[in-house]
């Protein structure tokens, strides 16, 4: 007899980003889904990794993480948010920000906490908070802003709320939190034992002059807050699965009480690598400009089109509207997006646990103008 799994996530399935990427694989289109550039990264930082691994940084390093990167990054944080961060308390070197956002939640929550999740939420959220036995406790963004409803998050914040999970610049949406959304968040968990898990993984990419709320800027936040981050956005190398956290000393204890024996420690050449490279400011400075420009190109083409445009400040991502389209569901609008007209999407029903359906697309724009112009092309036809 076989053994059986009692599934501890019994309702979850492939995430989205693969199927759509198969999908895409599998039909040649273009893939504007899953959220990757395809221009190229640094020469000098791939340059790096090369020089690291010939000068022999090849064996583990801290499991924390290269000493010299966590130091290189307090500065850059202390730097940009006008913080106080230990490097050697307070910082930890992750396989990317997904294991980041995991390793916070299993590190504090117990079974029957309550977790406030903002949808449309990025789609690991939910099944990190189950599989630790807690409870999501859903939050609807308003539509089309993506904004918090702020009364009704006090209405459903109960002794048993343990954490809020926030995400700025959002994905899906690209809606940014404001100074007031701050000052609300600030209201509802003074005095209380709620913790904040913010995913800042992409902080550099926010448009139109606004300023990236981080809860490092606000140290009565930054107290009860795991902050997650991935060199994946910031350097154009997704495929490198590196990030880390920030967090403050009580809390970060127990997030590497979790980290050492799941991960223990990340691979050292890289992590040389971005020590070196971390310096050069100008390569995060820039870069809220250099997708700023591609939004605005894409928009400019998608302007041709019968898709509707909803703001996005921030990410990699732009939501359409193809309500004066069809009225086909999302995902097979999707689908069929893809196989007819070969452009991948996401549907951004998928990131509602309860499929919630308002004919809204996802386009990645951080893509070569040459392959946004290709794919407005064929959207055209639509
Ligand atoms: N959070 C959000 C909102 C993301 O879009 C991503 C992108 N994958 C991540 C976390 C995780 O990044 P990483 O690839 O470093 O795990
Ligand atoms: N963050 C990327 C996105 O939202 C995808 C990451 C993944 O495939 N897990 O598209």
Not at 92 to 104: Q, S
Not at 314 to 320: A, D, K, N, T, V
Request: glycine share 6%; charged share 20%; hydrophobic share 40%.
């Amino acid at each position: 007899m076989t053994p059986f799994i009692k599934s501890k996530l019994p309702n979850v399935g492939t995430t989205i980003f693969t199927v759509m990427s198969s999908l895409a694989l599998e039909n040649k289109a273009i893939n504007l889904g899953q959220g990757f550039p395809d221009y190229p990264m640094s020469a000098e930082l791939i340059a790096l990794v090369g020089q690291a691994m010939n000068n022999g940084h090849n064996q583990y390093v801290h499991m924390n993480g290269l000493p010299l990167l966590r130091q290189r990054l307090a500065d850059k944080i202390n730097g940009l948010y006008d913080a106080q961060i230990d490097p050697e308390t307070s910082i930890t070197i992750t396989p990317g920000g997904t294991y980041a956002i995991y390793t916070a939640l299993t590190g504090v929550l117990q079974p029957g906490d309550e977790v406030i999740v903002f949808e449309p939420a990025y789609d690991s959220y939910i099944p990190n908070v189950e599989i630790n036995g807690a409870i999501p406790v859903l939050i609807q963004l308003t539509y089309p802003e993506y904004k918090i409803n702020w009364d009704l998050v006090k209405q459903r914040v109960s002794p048993k709320t343990r954490m809020i999970m926030l995400n700025t610049p959002h994905n899906p949406t690209g809606s940014v939190l404001s100074a007031d959304d701050i000052e609300q968040l600030r209201h509802i968990v003074k005095d209380t034992r709620i913790f904040i898990l913010c995913d800042e993984v992409y902080e550099h990419l926010i448009f139109d002059g606004l300023k990236h709320e981080s809860m490092l800027r606000y140290p009565e936040l930054f107290e009860r807050s795991f902050v997650c981050f991935s060199f994946g956005k910031v350097y154009h190398c997704t495929g490198w699965k590196l990030g880390y956290c920030v967090a403050p000393a009580n809390l970060m204890k127990e997030f590497r009480k979790v980290h050492q024996f799941n991960c223990f420690t990340c691979n050292s050449p890289f992590q040389f690598a971005l020590a070196e490279f971390l310096p050069k400011q100008e390569n995060y400075l820039q870069l809220g400009f250099f997708l700023q420009q591609k939004r605005d190109y894409f928009d400019s083409l998608m302007a041709q089109t019968k898709f509707r445009v909803i703001p996005s400040y921030g990410s990699y991502f732009q939501l359409y509207s193809y309500a004066a389209i069809s009225d086909e569901t999302e995902r097979d609008f999707a689908i069929r997006l893809t196989k007819e007209y070969g452009v991948a999407t996401i549907p951004v029903s998928a990131f509602y646990k309860n499929g919630q359906d308002n004919k809204v697309l996802r386009f990645c724009f951080s893509k070569k103008e040459s392959t946004l112009l290709e794919a407005v092309n064929r959207l055209m036809k639509v």
